[in-house]
Nanobody, 115 residues
Framework: QVQFVESGGGLVQPGGSLRLSCATS????????MRWVRRPPGKPLEWVAD????????GYADSVKGRFTISRDNAKNTLSLQMDRLQPEDTAVYYC????????WGQGTQVTVSS
């Protein structure tokens, strides 16, 4: 079955960086556009970034544009999110999944930005 396993979260100071990874299985990864979303404490899921199946076209939420970079490795069936210049407002549980609107995500990885 479809599986997403997010990793790479942690505690980081404001201005720091983290790189999240999402290992996928159970489907033809290279055929699908993919997405990162996040759930800040006490708030609903919010969209972070999308990447189309070939990895050429990407899109970002205004709140992360210029600081986050989404990428993918179709040979390894993995999705990544490089997060730079992190801010306390980026604190959330981050999830990866399909970009077609399906409500199907992994267990998430916690990112906490705090001094």
């Amino acid at each position: 079955q479809v599986q997403f396993v997010e990793s790479g979260g942690g505690l980081v100071q404001p201005g720091g960086s983290l790189r999240l990874s999402c290992a996928t299985s159970g489907f033809a990864f290279s055929n699908y556009d993919m997405r990162w979303v996040r759930r800040p404490p006490g708030k609903p899921l919010e969209w972070v970034a999308d990447i189309e199946r070939l990895g050429i076209n990407v899109g970002y939420a205004d709140s992360v544009k210029g600081r986050f970079t989404i990428s993918r490795d179709n040979a390894k069936n993995t999705l990544s999110l490089q997060m730079d210049r992190l801010q306390p407002e980026d604190t959330a549980v981050y999830y990866c999944g399909f970009a077609d609107g399906r409500d199907l995500w992994g267990q998430g990885t916690q990112v906490t930005v705090s001094s």
